[in-house]
């Protein structure tokens, strides 16, 4: 694997403005590195959180797709967020791994939040999605998924790891940021993978605030990136392969992990 340039960006959002929050982070979007592979911004970016699907869901075709086509395409890099979806009469809150070339993958997130506002009409998505970027095997995910760790489990099999970085959008309440900092460094340590954890600043109209805390960890648990709490911040960072390669050989515990396999038919 390659070194992977990643940038995250920790930013307050714009409470139901979806032309506000793309003109904020056009702004902020002029300091990410020219080297960059991959930028990732906070859950549901261009609308805060929870809004109401019915007014605020678009199109796979809508503004907002068609506006991280066009900057993934300006930046040269795999642009990753997460927006309200609604396609044949479905709504998600779906992840888009939008590519420079304009195709993209979507992850409709798995754990929607219900008893914070995330509810009916959004639907829970059953198919868990790993895409690939420069060696890199990376699995996105969003936001309340990250407690639940059957749903990050990594495998080993026939001398390869399902995924080597995950990823998680979010918008996290400052009010439980020890779980935030907890989970994401023991999705790092028990999957043996880097871990990445997006989150916005601010506060929300409903009174909740959020103090970001943004950051990569390492398979060993250690934060080697990181935000300074309750400011926006474009932070870049390196993941090196070799240096997971070599974690895994000298700690090779995947061989012992128990084999399992989720069926979406049970969802």
Avoid at 64 to 93: D, F, I, P, Q, S
Wanted: hydrophobic share 35%; with cysteine.
């Amino acid at each position: 694997m390659k070194k992977l340039n990643i940038t995250f960006i920790q930013s307050d959002l714009r409470w139901e403005d979806p032309d506000g929050n793309r003109e904020h982070f056009e702004q902020l979007m002029e300091e990410v590195p020219s080297e960059t592979d991959l930028l990732l911004l906070p859950e549901t970016f261009n609308t805060g959180f929870p809004v109401d699907p019915l007014r605020f869901a678009e199109t796979p075709d809508g503004p907002t797709m068609n506006w991280l086509k066009n900057k993934a395409k300006e930046l040269n890099a795999v642009v990753c967020a997460t927006l309200l979806l609604k396609e044949e009469g479905h709504y998600h809150n779906s992840l888009v791994w939008m590519r420079p070339d304009g195709s993209h993958e979507l992850y409709h997130k798995r754990h929607t939040f219900t008893i914070g506002g995330e509810k009916e009409p959004i639907e829970r998505g059953t198919e868990p999605l790993i895409v690939e970027l420069k060696g890199w095997r990376i699995k996105p995910m969003v936001c309340y998924d990250i407690r639940f760790p059957v749903w990050a489990r990594n495998r080993y099999q026939d001398g390869r790891y399902e995924y080597d970085l995950g990823i998680y959008l979010a918008n996290f309440p400052s009010s439980r940021s020890f779980v935030w900092d907890t989970l994401l460094q023991a999705r790092a340590i028990e999957n043996q993978t880097y871990y990445i954890g997006v989150n916005r600043v601010g506060d929300g109209p409903d009174g909740v605030h959020y103090s970001g805390d943004s950051q990569v960890v390492n398979p060993k648990g250690e934060v080697i990136c990181m935000a300074k709490s309750d400011m926006e911040a474009v932070v870049p960072c390196i993941l090196e392969g070799e240096k997971l390669q070599s974690f895994r050989e000298k700690f090779p515990v995947g061989k012992d992990w128990d084999p399992f396999h989720l069926l979406s038919s049970v969802f």
